[in-house]
T-cell receptor, first 113, second 115 residues
């Protein structure tokens, strides 16, 4: 069965430092992986996705994610965190041929000045 | 593009009342999803339509919940009768016709409080 895990409920980072939000997945066949961000009282916004090709995917707001097939991971990264990056981040994996997404529980990112 | 539109944005109702949530997907998108988000359960898929046809409703909690998509530009999620445990944020999302690699885009959500 397809699943996705975000092992950290919260990540705390100082502004200007690099950040990583972790995601691991379990899926049969080729994985299709997504990252979304949710700001308070807002809907989920698409950040980036991996379908095929280069393992390093670049997305919105300076975020990137690295697909690692051997470790079944798709960690979200940013070289220099901003206070405005503070939000809830969701990793998702495509479920089956229908393309439904299974979401992780979310990781709250807190960037302090 | 206006994005996915949901109404109302906030709804407060009393237990036992009927609640109807509305969604207008992005024009040209042929798949529509209803999700529920709570602190306890996170983000849950309730039902998924493709070309206006319900494909997977296994996430619908019980018979009190029903969803319709009468045309490509409108969907409703109805709760009747509502209960306090239905309090949550309900999101609608739509996806284009490019297939499984297409991205889902979410609406702003409806925050429902059942007293």
């Amino acid at each position: 069965a397809q699943s996705v895990a975000q092992p950290e409920d919260q990540v705390n980072v100082a502004e200007g430092n690099p950040l990583t939000v972790k995601c691991t997945y379990s899926v049969s066949g080729n994985p299709y992986l997504f990252w979304y961000v949710q700001y308070p009282n807002r809907g989920l916004q698409f950040l980036l996705k991996y379908i095929t090709g280069d393992n390093l995917v670049k997305g919105s707001y300076g975020f990137e994610a690295e697909f690692n097939k051997s470790q079944t991971s798709f960690h979200l990264k940013k070289p220099s965190a901003l206070v405005s990056d503070s939000a809830l981040y969701f990793c998702a994996v495509k479920r089956g041929s229908q393309g439904n997404l299974i979401f992780g529980k979310g990781t709250k990112l807190s960037v302090k000045p | 593009d206006a994005g996915v539109i949901q109404s109302p944005r906030h709804e407060v109702t009393e237990m036992g009342q009927e609640v109807t949530l509305r969604c207008k997907p992005i024009s040209g998108h042929n798949s529509l999803f209803w999700y529920r988000q709570t602190m306890m359960r996170g983000l849950e898929l309730l039902i998924y339509f493709n070309n206006n046809v319900p494909i997977d409703d296994s996430g619908m909690p019980e018979d009190r919940f029903s969803a319709k998509m009468p045309n490509a530009s409108f969907s409703t999620l109805k709760i009747q009768p509502s209960e306090p445990r239905d309090s949550a944020v309900y999101f609608c999302a739509s996806r284009g016709s490019g297939g499984w690699s297409e991205t889902q885009y979410f609406g702003p959500g409806t925050r429902l409080l059942v007293l």
